[in-house]
């Protein structure tokens, strides 16, 4: 089996980055959202990477025929109707993503290959109402995929490894580097790494221990690390570590429910969504932990 028709669904921070870089490398792409509004929003993320691919591939054509060659969909069933693969990029909520995954079990074709880019749950969570546990599995990318250019590849006990293959190769083809993980494991390789130590940070900040500034500066001269937690957070943007935290504090997990509601509080409720907006701990495009004299 080839891969040609690809379908992005959710078109956030990371869904508008997946959609542009498997057009870049030549794939059909349908961007799948719910309503016409979302679209729209994914349609001017997906303009500003055309700069961002330009530049950094230093191919102004090659950016801008990608994006030429995007087409939109908020009808489920239209976005998918000839996809060999469908890669889910929306909301981590499990009560989102099991409504997602019964809907598309009903609207895709047999052969559609169903990839989840959770960041922190696992396809076994989701396998039952693919309608095709053998076709799924977890295609996990980092954020600014162009140049960060990790994919973890991560089946469930019940995922044929052909597909597998199928999407490991695929993974290739866009350019990304594929590290395929023996078993499930809740946050891959990175993420195992990277959770633990943002859920740190943050509760340092909500805790008043120490301003944001102040633990990634610590962070950056101790270890020489180019960036601190809170500028890592500002590129994820708030909604995913914000989400993260609610879950963690419905598990009664102690300090949780503090850092979402100081991230709701201070940064959500004012618009400051990190660098997609122009501001989160830092302000954008020039933020000041990026500034050579910052350590000084
Ligand atoms: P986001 O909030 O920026 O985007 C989510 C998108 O999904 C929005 O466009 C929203 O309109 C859409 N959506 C909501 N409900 C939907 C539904 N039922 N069907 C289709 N679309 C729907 O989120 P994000 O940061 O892009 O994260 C999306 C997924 O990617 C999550 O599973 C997250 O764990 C994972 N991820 C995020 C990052 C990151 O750095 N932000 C990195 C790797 C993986």
Redesign the pocket.
């Known amino acids: 089996m080839t891969i040609k028709n690809v379908t992005i ?9 997946i959609a542009f870089q498997t057009a870049f490398h030549g794939f059909n792409v349908t961007v ?4 016409e509004s ?1 679209l729209t ?2 349609k001017e993320r997906l303009e500003k990477l055309v700069t961002v691919y330009g530049t950094y591939f230093n191919d102004a054509d090659r950016a801008q025929k990608a994006f030429n060659s995007l087409s939109y969909s908020s009808d ?1 069933a239209e976005a998918v109707k000839d996809s060999d693969l469908v890669i ?6 499990v009560e ?2 099991k ?2 995954y019964t ?1 598309l079990a009903n609207v895709a074709p047999e052969k559609t290959i169903f990839a ?6 696992l396809p076994s969570q989701f396998a039952e109402f693919t309608g095709r546990e053998e076709k799924f599995l977890a295609l ?4 600014e995929i162009w140049s960060k250019n990790t994919a973890e590849v991560m089946g469930h006990p019940g995922t044929d490894a052909k597909y597998t293959d199928i999407v490991e190769n695929f993974a290739r083809e866009i350019g990304m580097i594929p590290f395929r993980l023996h078993k499930e494991q809740p946050g891959y390789i990175l ?1 195992s790494l990277l959770v633990p130590f943002l859920d740190a940070a943050m509760g340092l900040w909500a805790n008043d221990v120490a301003d944001p500034h102040t633990i990634d500066k610590n962070w950056m001269t101790s270890t020489g690390a180019p960036t601190g937690p809170f500028g890592i957070l500002d ?3 708030m ?2 570590p914000y ?1 993260l935290q609610l879950a963690k504090a419905q598990k009664g997990v102690p300090g949780a429910k503090e850092v979402a509601e100081k991230i709701k509080s201070q940064y959500i409720d004012q618009g400051k969504m990190g660098a ?1 907006t122009g501001e989160g701990f830092y302000k954008y495009p020039s933020p000041a932990d990026l500034e050579k004299d910052w350590l000084k």
């Open positions: 669904a959710g078109s956030g921070v990371l869904g508008s980055q799948y959202d719910i309503n979302a929003g994914a489920l889910e990029a929306i909301p981590e909520v989102i993503k409504n997602f809907t989840s880019n959770s960041s922190t749950m996990h990318f980092a954020n993420n590129i994820v943007g909604k995913t989400h997609a």
